[in-house]
């Protein structure tokens, strides 16, 4: 019989999928999610968490804390008051500033509180430091422990969107989305045992199943004739001229005007930044129709968010994909 927990776990889930499901659809469909999206699917994650810190008798620091960790997070949708945007005295931009302070305010006093607990540990024979904490304190610093590991993850999600790791914003948004609804295991497999946070392990699983593409494209090719080219039949695909202006695709055939004068097609592995495939993507059709040609390599162009969606699978069976890899070589 699951107990109120697992019930809240199960919540998590279905609200993961369902706001997944809906970005992935329009990010394939309009190469975009409104923050909209993000906002709205943003209220019944918080409502989750904050009902758990509830069930959890959590203190005020610690709520005072996840009031952080849920301000920087919203940074990503709603961006940063500016001194210019309080100098004009905008009450939502003041009120904002407001919350971040206070919210500042109640990590320094838990990281004062909580975090000395949890550095010493409980008490016991074995106390090699005057101040210990009771069964109690120990149980309301591993919940402020837990909610300043969300908020690492949402910087470390940050740093990769700033490094260009996730090149797309809503791919960032996506994964702060997953630290903020489903910030811990709880009853998903295996039993809660794991090496890294369900974020973190979804970006693995998102990747891993990047890794099916290059298989994908070539059986694609395989089918429709076009696998002779094994230099390019991997990663990009013929698709017939009247199509691409219609599909989100990147355009890996150019015409190049040689030594003597000859146009030729030439086809490139990766495509050419500021070419005319992104600024003149008609005129370059039109020549390459002149030359005779009716499909054109190109490659498409897939959102990172519909391999996360992927990845749910596999995250929701079987778990930690790193605590799998280190148990199948024998070093756990």
């Known amino acids: 019989m699951p107990d109120a927990f697992d019930l809240l776990a199960y919540a998590r889930v279905l609200t993961l999928v369902l706001t997944l499901a809906g970005a992935t659809y329009l990010d394939l469909k309009i190469r975009r999610v409104p923050n909209d999206w993000w906002l709205t699917w943003a209220k019944p994650a918080l409502f989750l968490l904050c009902l758990e810190l509830l069930m959890r008798d959590a203190d005020l620091v610690t709520w005072l ?54 550095i010493t ?36 999600f940050e740093l990769c969107y700033q490094l260009r790791m996730l090149h797309g914003g809503a791919d960032a948004k996506a994964m702060m989305f997953v630290a903020l609804c489903l910030p811990w295991w709880n009853s998903l497999p295996p039993d809660g045992v794991a090496m890294m946070p369900p974020a973190l392990a979804l970006l693995v699983w998102g990747a891993l199943a990047f890794l099916i593409l290059p298989g994908y494209v070539f059986v694609l090719n395989f089918a429709a004739g076009d696998a002779g080219n094994l230099r390019m039949s991997w990663h990009a695909r013929r698709m017939p001229l009247a199509e691409i202006p219609r599909r989100h695709v990147w355009l890996l055939d150019e015409v190049m005007e040689g030594a003597d004068g000859e146009r030729s097609i030439v086809t490139r592995m990766r495509p050419s930044r500021g070419g005319r495939g992104e600024t003149d993507v008609q005129g370059l059709l039109d020549e390459l129709s002149e030359l005779g040609a009716d499909k054109a390599w190109v490659t498409e162009k897939y959102p990172f968010m519909a391999f996360l969606m992927l990845g749910l699978l596999p995250l929701l069976l079987l778990g930690d994909p790193v605590l799998h890899l280190l148990t199948l070589l024998g070093l756990i």
């Open 121 to 156: 540990g409980p008490c016991g024979f074995d106390s090699v430091v005057e101040y210990c904490g009771n069964p109690e304190q120990m149980t309301a610093a591993f919940l402020w422990i837990k909610m300043v590991g969300i908020g690492a993850v949402l910087l470390f």
């Open 65 to 118: 804390t996840a009031s952080a960790v849920v301000a920087y997070a919203s940074t990503a949708v709603i961006g940063r008051p500016t001194l210019a945007d309080l100098q004009a005295g905008s009450k939502v931009d003041i009120l904002v500033t407001c919350w971040y302070a206070v919210s500042g305010i109640g990590l320094a006093i838990g990281a004062s509180t909580h975090g000395l607990t949890a």
